[in-house]
């Protein structure tokens, strides 16, 4: 993955059915190779699209807290909700009054049609937090009061699943496959996940904004943008647990937004095989290291737009160190694929919604009201980031610049309170143009038809649908131009529009001019392209474009191949059986864990308790098989009977009690050490942080201290030259590692040294093997056998005959006495990881585990831990 180039931006139509076409026939394929697929699609929203109204409780008296804050208006759906189950006006005063009523919920418009779409092929459950429950009573305010969360029983919530279960709105039929899973949350979680972390902090955060912008709080010396992270945690853990409730083996997930970035992680240390995908609506800058390790449990994280998925890459580089790989983001051998797809709108809704009756009167109304004037529209939330206040200093920027438009022309904003910042936007707005009324405006499509110019200007945003549907609305009036935000998720899509940075006032006030003048003729053909690409790239579009992507990642060599974890009951029965065990081991990654400096990753007391035990029994031959050198190993190792060692990945090995090291390459042709060292130290010279090492039978170019990007790059960059002018005139062969280039000789790797274990042990009844790195493979590749009928047979390897005194004649072939259910190599990582190894486990704490078990040894506990 190259983060350094945007792709071609691809604007063709998109045909729904084609789409559709290429789902039902991935599905099939993967059904014939044995893959399962359940036929459902989960997908997890922080809110249910549905009101729930508490109309009689099983626990009588109820109190009404004081009122919770009012909801975000955000995305107003172009049609009011309609109330899904009524109470029968004819029902008997006798019969019991039902516990619940529930009703459509506002907002997200876009994204629900296009959810609800996929029912035409897959069945859709959503599943999401039921919101702040309601009571029929209005408070003082004239709002509605809230039910605590702690005042319902059982039997209510119950009660509300049931209700819940048979919803249905208006824009379902009878043939529909959606049904909804409520999520109930304490109050103080719910609102401290949603209004504290949620709004506080990330939404700030992933908008470009300063925290002091949107938190009245943010200059208290106590405020901590970590405040809040603790309900964060635990509603996304609510959320993964409310799936495993519902979850069946094939099915698909989507989780969508900011709100859950912790769950995918959380569902695959629950589920290591499940299908997730994850929705990023807004923009992404970057973020914490905890929630990028959250969102890299998915199998594809999808953003609006290739920056945004740039950008994401580059966090997951620079803040944990990843490595990118050509599929995706590799952690720990479970890669997680990064797209882009934009929503789209329901194209198809709001052109039916155009020819409402009511439409048509008020169309002429405004326009009767605004007579021989040019209209401008606008509709923004009033809070920081859609920029109201830098679009109406524009609109006097026009006036003062173009003094011919005073009095020729109007500027219409309809828009809504927002929860945090109305007031402060309310006094900058007021002192610009006067006071402002709020008035929740039924005539938006009135207005789109009426304008001359539309004007949308967010400062930043990832999804903004007001644009789509003033195109689709000028389709049958005026074909009027627009003009756009750069800064906006679907700004790439609609190049036809006057795109403007929101920032430079003069810009965008010749913007408006240029659009207020645009000729008939550059309005239509703007508008037919603009056109084009809405209605094409639509809600339904885009669900069905998620299935197909999530589905492309979901093949036979990758997620259907997980690699079991390691059985260790069986492991230990056979290592009982043996009466001659060999252990081949790596070390940095095996052992211990990856470190930034090399020379911090020294062995803990439990390694070394393990390596100690293990090496005292004479029926175990216990090997280190590093890429280190040997006077490392020494230094941490050598101190250990009994343990051999081999070095510089196979290059120099060292038998358990011998006191010297036995060089391969004493041999070999070793001279192009010289012409690949001029090379490294050419990109060394051009990376900062990088350095080489220079070992006796290899040479490494480390960059794991150099910018993450840019050292990748520049590996890529060295690789190539190599490969190309290098390789393949020497005996030599190039390995990309973990943050390193390393050549060395064809001749030596880990596999040659496993083979000269393995013969000169033919006795041996178990194997252990443990790596996790590529060049470990090269000891799982060496220990596979093609052989259908035992026993397995070895001839003598390469690694016996390039020392000088051991000749080929003089070693037969030999009979090993091992069987398949004897070999027990395992690879460290992620399930997913490819690998050739039978078995793995996550991480080297677990390796060290199992040889502490081995050995009979239980692990220290520290008793002091907790002080």
């Avoid at 400062?459 to 689709?472: A, H, K, P, Q, Y």
């Avoid at 690789?719 to 390995?735: G, S, T, Y």
Wanted: glycine share 6%; hydrophobic share 40%; proline share 6%.
């Amino acid at each position: 993955m190259d983060s350094f180039h945007e792709p071609r931006r691809v604007t063709e139509p998109i045909k729904l059915e084609d789409l559709k076409a290429v789902v039902l026939a991935r599905e099939a394929e993967y059904r014939a190779k044995g893959i399962p697929l359940s036929g459902r699609i989960l997908h997890v929203c922080h809110y249910l699209p549905i009101v729930a109204t508490l109309q009689a409780s099983s626990r009588p008296a109820i109190l009404s807290p004081p009122a919770t804050p009012p909801q975000q208006l955000a995305d107003i759906p172009l049609l009011s909700s309609v109330t899904a189950v009524p109470a029968s006006a004819n029902t008997p005063e006798t019969s019991p009054k039902p516990k619940w009523s529930l009703a459509a919920r506002q907002g997200h418009a876009a994204m629900i049609s296009g959810i609800r779409s996929l029912s035409a092929t897959h069945e859709q459950v959503i599943i999401g937090w039921a919101g702040d429950i309601e009571s029929p009573n209005n408070n003082s305010a004239g709002e509605k009061s809230k039910v605590p969360s702690t005042s319902l029983s059982e039997e209510d919530k119950v009660a509300l699943e049931e209700e819940i279960a048979n919803f249905k709105s208006e824009d379902d039929d009878a043939k529909t496959k959606t049904s909804y899973v409520p999520l109930l949350l304490d109050d103080k979680v719910a609102h401290g996940h949603y209004d504290g972390y949620c709004k506080q902090t990330l939404w700030p955060l992933f908008h470009y904004l300063l925290w002091q912008d949107v938190s009245p709080n943010s200059l208290s010396a106590s405020f901590s943008a970590d405040e809040h992270w603790a309900p964060y945690e635990q509603a996304n853990a609510a959320f993964a647990r409310r799936i495993m409730d519902v979850y069946r083996p094939g099915d698909l997930i989507w989780v969508h937004d900011y709100h859950l970035l912790l769950v995918p992680k959380l569902l695959r240390l629950m589920l290591p095989e499940v299908y997730v995908g994850l929705f990023v609506h807004t923009p992404w800058p970057s973020s914490r290291k905890e929630i990028l390790d959250g969102m890299l449990g998915a199998n594809l994280v999808c953003f609006q737009t290739y920056s945004y998925s740039r950008h994401f890459t580059s966090s997951c580089v620079r803040v944990c160190g990843y490595e990118v790989a050509a599929r995706g983001i590799d952690v720990q051998g479970h890669v997680t694929a990064v797209m882009h797809t934009p929503v789209g709108v329901d194209a198809e809704r709001i052109s039916r919604d155009l020819m409402r009756p009511g439409i048509q009167p008020k169309l002429q109304a405004l326009l009767k009201l605004y007579a021989g004037k040019k209209i401008i529209i606008g509709r923004d939330k009033l809070d920081v980031v859609k920029g109201v206040v830098q679009k109406l200093r524009a609109f006097a920027k026009l006036l003062h610049e173009y003094p011919e438009w005073i009095g020729r022309v109007v500027l219409i904003q309809v828009t809504s309170p927002a929860l945090s910042d109305s007031p402060k936007l309310e006094r900058q707005v007021s002192e610009l143009f006067g006071s402002l009324d709020f008035v929740l405006c039924i005539t938006i499509l009135c207005s789109a038809c009426a304008a001359d110019l539309g004007v949308i200007t967010p400062l930043r945003d990832g999804m903004n649908t007001t644009s789509m549907e003033f195109v689709i609305a000028q389709s049958k009036t005026k074909r009027s131009p627009l003009v756009l935000s750069e800064f906006m998720g679907i700004s790439s899509n609609m190049s036809e529009a006057l795109q403007i940075n929101p920032w430079n006032l003069d810009d965008v006030a010749a913007a408006m001019h240029r659009g207020l003048l645009m000729s008939q003729a550059e309005k239509e053909t703007r508008h037919t392209k603009l056109h084009g690409v809405i209605t094409t790239h639509t809600s339904q579009t885009w669900a069905m474009n998620l299935v197909k992507l999530l589905l492309g990642i979901v093949d036979a060599q990758g997620i259907a191949r997980q690699t079991p974890v390691l059985p260790t009951h069986r492991m230990v029965e056979r290592y009982s059986r043996a009466t001659k065990r060999l252990f081949l081991l790596d070390y940095d990654g095996t052992l211990a864990p990856i470190v930034k400096t090399p020379s911090m990753a020294v062995p803990s007391e439990d390694t070394l308790t393990a390596l100690i035990s293990l090496s005292a029994d004479p029926r175990n031959l216990v090997y280190i098989i590093s890429g280190r050198d040997g006077a490392f190993l020494e230094q941490h190792l050598g101190h250990i009977r009994g343990l051999g060692m081999s070095a510089e990945h196979g290059g120099f090995i060292r038998a358990p009690g011998a006191e010297k090291w036995t060089n391969f390459t004493e041999s070999l042709d070793m001279s192009w050490m010289g012409e690949v060292l001029e090379v490294f130290k050419y990109y060394t010279e051009r990376t900062t942080g990088s350095h080489i090492e220079v070992k006796k039978s290899s040479i490494t170019w480390h960059y794991r201290a150099t910018d993450p990007e840019w050292g990748q790059f520049q590996c890529r960059q060295c690789q190539d030259l190599l490969e190309n002018n290098v390789a393949h005139k020497r005996p030599i062969e190039v390995l990309v590692g973990k943050k390193n280039l390393e050549v060395r000789p064809i001749a030596i790797n880990k596999g040659e040294i496993v083979k000269r274990i393995l013969y000169l042990n033919p006795d041996a009844q178990f194997v252990f093997c443990a790596g996790d790195d590529k060049t470990d493979e090269d000891m799982f590749r060496a220990l596979q056998f093609t052989e259908s009928s035992l026993p397995y047979t070895m001839d003598p390897p390469l690694s016996v005959s390039l020392v000088a005194d051991e000749k080929i004649h003089t070693h037969p072939r030999v009979e090993l006495q091992l069987t398949p259910e004897d070999f027990f190599t395992t690879a460290v990582g992620h399930a997913s990881k490819r690998t050739l190894a039978k078995w793995h486990v996550t991480s080297p704490h677990e390796v060290v585990a199992e040889l502490l078990q081995l050995a009979g040894v239980q692990k220290k506990v520290e008793s002091d831990s907790r002080l």
